[in-house]
């Protein structure tokens, strides 16, 4: 069994949020693979099914972001896992939007979601950054990240999502680098295979104007 933890802020108030892709991953996932009803368990909203031949719970925090650690840490907890059958899909100021990387370890970067998350389990966990940019500067984060995403945005989020779910067969099967391609061909599609007419040659050079008189060209031609 493996725990897919979502992070977000509750409330409709938050929903469209950048800092809530976690939630929408879920959601997704959740609706293209069959998943059952959402349940209040653990501080937060838990479905569970199956992705490919892996048993799957989908965990969405209702603690608000900065304490996401208390609902992670009784979840996994109660189902005596351990940290590593734990995979947390977060937004990620330093990828552009679009893009998506999977990382096994490592810091929290000051994301206050995973700071939580670190606090109760460790940090021997798996995370999928979604990226959604950054505002160019760190006074503007929290305002940014707690502001929906734009309009034309919208397409970009859409693939994204639907890679994701995509791909998350792949991901509960531990294979990483399936998963991402999956992601990659919903969001920067294959270009079509249809061969580009050929050039056309181009035109033969006009021929330069014979200049000689008939009787040295009767005379050339014995030469």
């Given at each position: 069994m493996q725990i897919f933890v979502g992070l977000g802020n509750p409330g409709a108030k938050y929903a469209g949020n950048r800092h809530n892709i976690g939630f929408m991953a879920l959601d997704r996932i959740a609706e293209d693979h069959g998943f059952g009803p959402w349940k209040a368990k653990f501080q937060g909203q838990?479905?569970?099914?199956?992705?490919g031949s892996e048993r799957v719970l989908l965990l969405k925090?209702?603690?608000?972001?900065?304490?996401?650690?208390?609902?992670?840490?009784?979840?996994?907890?109660?189902?005596?896992?351990?940290?590593?059958?734990?995979?947390?899909?977060?937004?990620e100021l330093d990828l552009a939007?679009?893009?998506?990387?999977?990382?096994?370890?490592?810091?929290?970067?000051?994301?206050?979601?995973?700071?939580?998350?670190?606090?109760?389990?460790?940090?021997?966990?798996?995370?999928?950054?979604?990226?959604?940019?950054?505002?160019?500067?760190?006074?503007?984060?929290a305002g940014y990240v707690l502001s929906d995403f734009a309009k034309a945005e919208a397409d970009m989020l859409d693939d994204v999502l639907r890679g994701l779910s995509d791909g998350a067969p792949h991901l509960a099967a531990g294979d990483a680098g399936k998963f991402q391609n999956a992601v990659a061909l919903r969001v920067a599609p294959a270009r079509s295979s249809k061969t580009a007419?050929?050039?056309?040659?181009?035109?033969?050079?006009?021929?330069?104007?014979?200049?000689?008189?008939?009787?040295?060209?009767?005379?050339?031609?014995f030469r």
């Open positions: 838990l479905t569970e099914g199956r992705l925090p209702e603690t608000f972001m900065n304490l996401s650690g208390q609902s992670v840490g009784e979840a996994m907890r109660f189902y005596k896992l351990e940290p590593g059958d734990v995979t947390v899909f977060h937004d939007p679009g893009k998506v990387r999977v990382k096994m370890g490592g810091g929290h970067a000051g994301h206050n979601g995973l700071r939580s998350i670190h606090q109760h389990i460790g940090e021997a966990y798996q995370r999928v950054r979604l990226g959604i940019g950054h505002p160019g500067h760190k006074d503007r984060v007419p050929a050039a056309k040659p181009a035109p033969e050079p006009e021929p330069e104007p014979d200049t000689r008189s008939p009787l040295q060209r009767l005379a050339d031609k």
